[in-house]
């Protein structure tokens, strides 16, 4: 046998261990330190020195805040209707790079013309115009605004990504044009721009505050970041002293007279004269405040508060009271109308240019007789009369909160002292000048009692569908009830007595017509007249009063009787059935019918 070869043993390799210097352990050592201090030194300035800018960081990654977007608030009339509300909108914008279908893989990009396919039957929009609008763009593209909260939700439904609904509210006026002249509108920017959209804004606004809420890792919002009071929105309304139905009457009887007389314009006035409620505030023409840019703005204003006018034989009533309160003449007194007079050197004329003899006050009002009231007014001081007029605030701002009420013009106490033809044309209300609705609340002293009420026509905000009632009676007491009285019979014979189209069978009412020359800058206007009628209802316990004022009406037998009246008439008429005025007689019984023997 062969003995088996064997190998040599493997050398061993013996690594020699040397010591390290204590120099190079001393370097690492101190490389060591270095970091351990830079470390530190860099955790101590983010935490001192950068603390509030990281916290800041922080904060704005981890919390959503949402603005308000500037709701407002609801108004209604004075029987919950509506009048001007928030409608949500929204506005579709377009992202092309991000276009993607339900169920398309993620990483999919779908063209713009397949979304514009399903697009375009939903937005009633041709396929064509969309690819215009977001042809050569990759993001940001507004592709329809205006969108209703119909046409959103179906948007919403396609599930297209890459789309994206913006909301903002949107103001809308239910009743169109029947409020325009008070209420006003919002611009495009949603400015407020007239009536009391601009005089209450403030109130308007809805409290609305920022929303910061907290997020977590994925975007859930946390509730621990929401404070007490934070999704608090309000309900209040405003609520209105018009009525709609009322107003409607109004706005329609106004302008078929308009129309058929072919009139500048005109204005129809209705308060409650126990405590200065406006029922109605009508104006023609006027304009549709949802497409206010259609309309001239000249029509935004309302005249019947910011324009001042000559308002004639409708102010007789007011003379004779202060006269009587002077006790300057008594009820029983009579006067000579002789048809004309002469006072400092200017002739003075009755309408007819007719003498009436000698007649009472009631029929003073009923002729409407000029020369009569300048004879009656002359006994007046006219120091005092100047102070009864000043005090009526002929020459001040009426106390209201109708945007852009404006005061009367009255010559200076020294001018109307010391020249007799000023108090001679005052005293058929000329001379002067003055609101529609300062008139109206003059005549509605007479009617109440002689208290100075304030027209309103808001009743403050309420919330939900609760409902603010009447406020009572106030006013500054300026003339004697008996004094009242005693005009307001006058009135009611000027109706029962004349041939005006006001009567209704059954109930008592009081009135006067007015047709006065139109002055502007002091001249009058040749052939330019208003008419005017002032009426009070019911006469057993007056409660309300009407004004009508048509200014310019064009034509032949143009009087307050023929022009101003009817409208009125409607208008009462109106008023009778929706505030349930029961009669204050029983109607007259018609005579039995006879049958032919």
């Known amino acids: 046998m062969v003995a088996p070869t064997q190998r040599p043993p493997r050398p061993r390799r013996v690594v020699n261990l040397q010591p390290v210097p204590v120099g190079r352990l001393m370097a690492v050592y101190a ?21 509030g800018t990281l916290q800041a960081r922080a904060r704005a990654i981890q919390t959503q805040s949402v603005a308000p977007i500037g709701k407002r608030r609801t108004i209604v009339d004075r029987n919950g209707r509506l009048v001007a509300l928030d409608e949500q909108r929204f506005s579709l914008w377009a992202h092309p790079r991000y276009f993607n279908f339900p169920g ?9 013309d397949e979304v514009a396919a399903r697009l375009a039957t939903v937005l009633a929009q041709p396929k064509e115009k969309l690819l215009a609008t977001m042809a050569g763009r990759s993001s940001g593209i507004r592709l329809a605004s205006d969108l209703d909260p119909e046409t959103a939700q179906r948007v919403r439904q396609l599930g297209i990504s890459g789309l994206d609904l913006e909301a903002y509210p949107h103001r809308i006026y239910p009743q169109g044009p029947l409020f325009a002249n008070v209420v006003g509108f919002l611009n495009l920017e949603r400015v407020p721009q007239a009536g009391l959209e601009q005089s209450r804004d403030r109130d308007l606004r809805r409290h609305e505050d920022t929303l910061r809420m907290r997020r977590g890792a994925d975007g859930t919002p946390l509730p621990e970041g929401l404070t007490a009071g934070s999704l608090y929105g309000d309900d209040l309304r405003l609520q209105l002293t018009l009525d709609a139905r009322l107003q409607q009457v109004a706005q329609q009887a106004l302008a078929r007279q308009i129309k058929k007389w072919n009139a500048k314009r005109g204005a129809a006035l209705v308060m409650d004269v126990r405590n200065g409620e406006m029922l109605a505030l009508a104006s023609s023409p006027t304009y549709d405040p949802n497409r206010f840019w259609a309309f001239k703005p ?6 019947s508060v910011q324009d001042l006018y000559e308002p004639g034989s409708t102010f007789k009533p007011i003379n004779l009271a202060l006269a009587l309160q002077e006790k300057a003449i008594s009820p029983s007194d009579k006067v000579a109308d002789s048809g004309s007079l002469t006072i400092g050197g200017w002739p003075i004329f ?7 003899g000698v ?23 006219r120091d005092r009369f100047w102070h009864w007029l000043h005090t009526f605030g002929i020459d001040g701002r009426p106390d209201t909160d109708l945007p852009g009420a404006v005061p009367g013009q009255l010559k200076d106490r020294k001018a109307f002292i010391g020249q007799p033809i000023e108090p001679a044309v005052a005293a058929f209300g000329q001379g002067f000048s003055l ?24 009743r403050g905000l309420r919330s939900g569908d609760a409902l603010a009632s009447a406020p009572t009676a106030t006013g500054l007491q300026l003339l004697d009830p008996a004094v009242t009285r005693v005009v307001m019979g006058w009135m009611e014979s000027v109706v029962e007595r004349g041939s005006l189209p006001v009567k209704t069978p059954g ?6 017509t007015g047709t006065a020359q139109k002055a502007e ?12 009628f002032v009426g009070h209802l019911p006469m057993n316990d007056p409660r309300y009063v009407v004004l009508v004022v048509v200014d310019e009406p064009k034509g032949g037998n143009v009087y307050g009787s023929t022009v101003a009246a009817p409208v009125a008439k409607e208008i009462i008429d109106a008023l009778l059935v929706l505030e349930k005025i029961a009669p204050s007689r029983p109607p007259e019984a018609k005579p039995p019918l006879s049958r032919a023997g």
């Open 31 to 51: 490389v060591l330190a270095a970091g351990l201090l830079g470390l530190g030194m860099r955790l101590a300035w983010l935490q001192i020195v950068e603390r």
């Open 104 to 112: 398309d893989e993620p990483q999919q990009l779908r063209k713009p």
């Open 298 to 303: 000249g029509l935004f204003r309302e005249w």
């Open 350 to 356: 009755n309408h007819d240019r007719k003498a009436n």
């Open 359 to 381: 007649i009472d006050f009631a029929t003073v009002l009923q002729v409407s007789s000029n020369v009569a009231m300048v004879q009656a007014m002359a006994k007046v001081r």
């Open 435 to 458: 609101t529609p609705l300062k008139l109206l609340q003059l005549h509605a002293m007479l009617a109440n009692g002689g208290r100075l009420v304030s027209p309103h026509i808001t």
């Open 507 to 512: 109930y008592r009412i009081g009135g006067k």
């Open 521 to 532: 800058n002091g001249v009058y206007i040749p052939g330019a007249l208003i008419t005017s």
